[in-house]
T-cell receptor
C-alpha cells in the first residue's frame, strides 16, 4: 500500500513563527503536492513538485515556500505564519506511471496560528 | 484554466436509499481523468472511483457508479444502498492527462457533505 505520512496531525504555532510541514511518501512517486483545505473552498493547490528540486506554484502560493531535496520528502514552509494561514493542510503524491492516475493523500495537518 | 464545480454543499439520504452527487467541470482538453474522493471524519482522503475521459462506459465500483456526460462536462456520483459508513465529505476532482511540462495537477471542487440518516 502507498503510504503518505505527514509529520504532525495537529500543530499550534504563534504569529510570525517559521513553520515547517513535512510530508514523506514511500512509493517512489515523482509528483508531490501541497493543498490547503478550508470549509466551502475545497482543496486549493499551494505548490507541487514533479521531481527532486523542481517545483511549481499552484493557485495560492503567497506566504508559502516548498523544498524537495529528496524524492520521498516534500516540505511546506510558512516563512512567517499568520492567522489567515490557520487551515487543514493535505499532502499528496502520484507517479508518472500512466497506469496509476490517482493521487494518494496523507492524513492531513490541522494548523492553528495564534 | 480548468475548474470543477460542486453545487450541493450538503445532501442527506436515508439508509438503504440511493443518492446522486453532482459535479460539473470546465476544460478545453479532450484527454483527462475524473475522480470522486471520500473524506470521512478521520480526514483520510480515499479514492472512490475514477473515470478516463476517453472511455464512454461509465465506471462502477460496487455500490458506487458515475454518470459521465463528456459533452455536457458532467460527472455525477450515484451511491446505491447507502450505508452509515458512507457519511463523509465527497470531492470531485479533475486531472489533465499531461501538463505542458509533462506534469499535471489535480483540481478539486468545493465538496459535498453527505449525511446518512438511520
Amino acid at each position: 500500500d502507498v503510504k503518505v505520512t505527514q509529520s504532525s496531525r495537529y500543530l499550534v504555532k504563534r504569529t510570525g513563527e517559521k513553520v515547517f510541514l513535512e510530508c514523506v511518501q514511500d512509493m517512489d512517486h515523482e509528483n508531490m503536492f501541497w493543498y490547503r483545505q478550508d470549509p466551502g473552498l475545497g482543496l486549493r493547490l499551494i505548490y507541487f513538485s514533479y521531481d527532486v528540486k523542481m517545483k511549481e506554484k499552484g493557485d495560492i502560493p503567497e506566504g508559502y515556500s516548498v523544498s524537495r531535496e529528496k524524492k520521498e520528502r516534500f516540505s511546506l514552509i510558512l516563512e512567517s505564519a499568520s492567522t489567515n494561514q490557520t487551515s487543514m493542510y493535505l499532502c499528496a503524491s502520484s507517479p508518472w506511471d500512466p497506469l496509476i492516475t490517482e493521487a494518494f493523500f496523507g492524513q492531513g495537518t490541522r494548523l492553528t496560528v495564534v | 484554466a480548468q475548474t470543477v464545480t460542486q453545487s450541493q454543499p450538503e445532501m442527506s439520504v436515508q439508509e438503504a436509499e440511493t443518492v446522486t452527487l453532482s459535479c460539473t467541470y470546465d476544460t478545453s482538453e479532450s484527454d483527462y481523468y475524473l475522480f470522486w474522493y471520500k473524506q470521512p471524519p478521520s480526514r483520510q482522503m480515499i479514492l472512490v472511483i475514477r473515470q478516463e475521459a476517453y472511455k464512454q462506459q461509465n465506471a462502477t465500483e460496487n455500490r458506487f457508479s458515475v454518470n459521465f456526460q463528456k459533452a455536457a462536462k458532467s460527472f455525477s456520483l450515484k451511491i446505491s444502498d447507502s450505508q452509515l459508513g458512507d457519511a463523509a465529505m465527497y470531492f470531485c476532482a479533475y486531472r489533465s492527462a499531461r501538463g505542458t511540462s509533462g506534469t499535471y495537477k489535480y483540481i478539486f471542487g468545493t465538496g459535498t457533505r453527505l449525511k446518512v440518516l438511520a
